[in-house]
């Protein structure tokens, strides 16, 4: 990445590319990233396909987020988001969880505006220590948002958790 941050775009990219066809997913997700940034969309959705097509929870992840981002160069109805988030969701995969909380809380479309999943979400998400969670429900039950009442002491116990899941040595 180095040729990158020395301007040689696609000199990096050309090293990303024989990680990812090596089979490298994180290789593949940078490629990926950066030619659609650098609006090369087709040769990026064509990394990300790659990457999805692994199954990596990550990989999927980033494109229900690309998706949902609506941009029209993509060229791909958001609606395409909904099955892989759904499945996601249903993986329990905290990252996937908090996004669809923040779906449901906003009724962004192609959802609809529901505050009780968005809870229910958050709370499944921060239980396995996702940070955004747990500071989305803190300052919630500060605020008394998301319909939850204002409870100092609820507030206090996600940002306690939050700060020992920031405490522990990854495994």
Do not use: C
């Amino acid at each position: 990445m180095e040729r990158a941050r020395r301007g040689d775009f696609f000199g990096g990219i050309r090293i990303l590319e024989q990680a990812a066809e090596q089979g490298h997913l994180d290789a593949m997700l940078v490629a990926s990233s950066m030619l659609i940034d650098g609006t090369y969309y087709e040769q990026g959705l064509a990394w990300l396909d790659k990457a999805v097509a692994t199954g990596a929870p990550k990989a999927r992840l980033e494109m229900v987020k690309l998706l949902l981002a609506r941009d029209p160069e993509v060229q791909r109805p958001a609606e395409e988001a909904i099955p892989l988030l759904d499945a996601l969701v249903s993986e329990n995969y905290a990252p996937a969880l908090h996004l669809r909380a923040a779906q449901a809380e906003a009724g962004n479309v192609p959802y609809e505006q529901d505050i009780a999943l968005a809870v229910r979400l958050y709370t499944r998400a921060a239980e396995q220590g996702f940070s955004p969670a747990m500071d989305r429900l803190a300052d919630a039950y500060r605020k008394g948002e998301l319909g939850l009442p204002v409870d100092l002491q609820q507030a206090e116990k996600w940002e306690q958790q939050k700060e020992g899941a920031l405490s522990q040595p990854e495994a």
